[in-house]
């Protein structure tokens, strides 16, 4: 079954502490990993994906096939990190049509 | 933010009436969808249209309907056969269908059932 596991609902880290949101799934073939982003009072918004290896606001996600995770990290937090962070992954086996985890709240404390 | 714009921002429905969601975009996708959010879960895809005059059914399409006339224009009825609608529903549009396109989202409709 396809499926986006993101086990923490919540984290909460202090200020300048690294932050690390797990996320795990469960696919056949190959999909293609995204990392969504809501802050307070916005619109959910794509914050990076696999596909094009790249460091958003100083966030990095690396894809370990053999462990099927892409977790997402930041060396040093910083408070406007908060906010509720989504995993979602795409691919043939589903259609091309995102399967998201249930999200992370992340809180940032000075 | 004007990009892709749903309304109301708020709905409230008495037990046994249809309602209807508007999505508007004018950003020139092809592709819209429409997303469920429950509370301590992800979103779940109800319906999503490829191109003008088509659509396919997602992963919870019972109970709601859609049309997609106009390019810039996705809307979602939840009818009476949706025993739980209360829900925040979430609109989005892509360039095109495929799996690198990314997903822009409208802020939302917080559907209430009294």
């Known amino acids: 079954a396809q499926r986006v596991t993101q086990p923490e609902k919540l984290l909460s880290v202090f200020k300048g502490a690294p932050v690390e949101l797990k996320c795990n799934y469960s696919?056949?073939?190959?999909?293609?990993l995204f990392w969504y982003v809501q802050y307070s009072r916005q619109r959910l918004q794509l914050l990076l994906r696999?596909?094009?290896?790249?460091s958003i606001k100083g966030f990095t996600a690396d894809l370990n096939k053999g462990e099927t995770s892409f977790h997402l990290k930041k060396p040093f937090a910083q408070e406007e990190d908060s906010a509720m962070y989504y995993c979602?992954?795409?691919?043939?086996?589903?259609?091309?049509?995102?399967?998201w985890g249930a999200g992370t709240k992340l809180i940032i404390k000075p | 933010d004007g990009g892709i714009t749903q309304s109301p921002k708020y709905l409230f429905r008495k037990e046994g009436q249809n309602v209807t969601l508007s999505c508007e975009q004018n950003?020139?996708?092809?592709?819209m969808y429409w997303y469920r959010q429950d509370p301590g879960q992800g979103l779940r895809l109800i319906y999503y249209?490829?191109?003008?005059?088509?659509?396919q059914k997602g992963d919870i399409a019972e109970g709601y309907s859609v049309s997609r006339e106009k390019k810039e224009s996705f809307p979602l009825t939840v009818t009476s056969a949706q025993k739980n609608p209360t829900a925040f529903y979430l609109c989005?549009?892509?360039?095109?269908?495929?799996?690198?396109?990314?997903?822009?989202f409208g802020p939302g409709t917080r559907l209430t059932v009294l």
């Open positions: 989005a549009s892509s360039l095109r269908d495929s799996v690198t396109d990314t997903q822009y």
């Open positions: 950003l020139n996708h092809d592709a």
């Open positions: 249209s490829q191109i003008v005059n088509d659509f």
């Open positions: 696919y056949s073939g190959s999909p293609e």
């Open positions: 696999h596909i094009s290896r790249e």
């Open positions: 979602a992954l795409r691919g043939m086996d589903s259609n091309y049509q995102l399967i």
